[in-house]
């Protein structure tokens, strides 16, 4: 993670006090296309702020953006990562937990 948010990303990984050091998530998607594979994902969550990101790998990402829980939830699911609907959902789940606590 910390490797590739320097390649791609061009950022430090900082880890996020919600999570730590550990993925918060993982996922398993059977890709499409040629050369269809199963991908594994570890999602992990970061400190980063929108104006961290100055640039990206264009071979790895069409586009980035930023968007809130509320803004990535109203968005239709096909238009994002298969799983970020429920990645959004745990993650503000955690956070719910973590603030009773």
């Known amino acids: 993670m910390v490797r590739e948010c320097r390649e791609e990303l061009g950022i430090a990984a900082v880890a996020s006090p ?3 050091e550990r993925p918060l998530f993982l996922t398993v998607t059977r890709t499409r296309g040629r050369g269809a ?3 594994i ?3 992990y969550l970061l ?3 929108a104006d961290t990101v100055t640039s990206y790998d264009h071979r790895e990402f069409d586009a980035i953006r ?4 509320e803004q990535v939830l109203e968005q239709p699911e096909e238009l994002l990562d298969p799983h970020m609907h429920r990645f959004t959902r745990k993650l503000q789940h955690t956070r719910t ?3 009773r606590t």
């Open 41 to 43: 994902s570890l999602w």
């Open 37 to 39: 594979h199963t991908d």
């Open 47 to 49: 400190n980063a702020g």
């Open 18 to 20: 919600v999570a730590g």
């Open 66 to 69: 930023w968007l809130t829980d």
């Open 97 to 99: 937990r973590r603030h």
